[in-house]
């Protein structure tokens, strides 16, 4: 189940989708009985790849999931942690991605998300001297895990060892929940994880029974709306899709 929701996932996200059209569409464009049907694939594809390119629909796309739930404030030092997260016993950093680089720190390893996960997992971690960071993500064979390079670039921060449990086999959202559940055991949980991602990550967590505080990071949607088309903006709409498609799985398996 795991890697056909993986396969499907990844033929609805943006750029595979309009390839795979715009690939039918000049294959059935050449020859004569479905030539108007791949003239239609083709300008589907374009048409699509034009609207996810624009930056006011991937603003569209991912803001209202950015928006959800609010960031935890700025925190001088020294000053106690704030209300909403005051008792967390737990700061659970959800996994993202790294790339094996010899020679490179694992804060220079971490994919962008992942980078800014751990260091909000981080900052979270010395407002709340008695919190334990937990730190997720598995490994291709004979390589790293993700959760041994976000705690290799937590103990480059300053997070003591004794204050970090990592969680290596969990393969995704609705499995780290669950070993976090185990971990917690009904503690008050500060829950970090990208902001356009929170949503699905919420209703997870939620539905194993997880005490948490919604901690987003990362955040996409920053900028302000343009009429303009560029990578980014795909990337951008890339990300709202794939969230979208996930929050309807979940309702459709009664998760909300």
């Known amino acids: 189940m795991f890697w056909l929701k993986k396969v499907v996932s ?5 750029l595979p989708l309009c390839t795979a059209l ?35 629909v991937s603003m569209r796309l991912t803001r209202p999931l950015e928006s959800r739930y609010p960031a ?4 001088a030092a020294g000053e106690p942690a704030p209300a909403s997260i005051a008792g967390c016993l737990y700061i659970a950093v959800l996994g993202s991605g790294h790339a094996d680089l010899r020679g490179v720190s694992a804060t220079g390893r971490l ?37 041994s390079v976000l705690a290799a670039a937590a103990l480059s921060l300053g997070v003591s060892p004794s204050r970090m449990i990592l969680l290596e086999t ?3 959202t609705e499995e780290e929940s669950i070993a976090v559940a185990r971990i917690a055991a009904g503690a008050r949980t500060a829950l ?19 005490n948490f505080v919604a901690c ?15 990578s980014e903006s795909l990337e951008r709409s890339t990300l709202g899709v ?3 498609l996930g929050l309807m799985w979940l309702r459709l398996r009664g998760v909300d």
């Open 10 to 14: 990844y033929w609805l996200m943006p």
């Open 22 to 56: 715009l690939l039918a569409g000049l294959f059935l464009a050449f020859g004569q009985r479905r030539r108007k049907t791949g003239l239609g694939f083709i300008w589907v594809a374009t048409a699509l790849l034009i609207l996810f390119s624009n930056n006011y």
């Open 72 to 75: 935890i404030p700025e925190m």
């Open 111 to 147: 994919s962008t998300s992942g980078l800014a996960r751990i260091v909000e997992g981080v900052r979270l971690y010395r407002a709340l001297p008695n919190a334990i960071l937990i730190l997720s993500g598995p490994g291709l064979p004979n390589a790293r895990t993700h959760a």
């Open 170 to 172: 969990a393969k995704d």
């Open 192 to 210: 970090v994880t990208s902001a356009w991602h929170m949503p699905r990550a919420a209703a997870l967590f939620r539905g194993a029974g997880v």
């Open 216 to 230: 987003p990071a990362d955040f996409v949607s920053r900028s302000e709306v343009q009429l303009r088309f560029d």
């Open 242 to 244: 794939h969230e979208g």
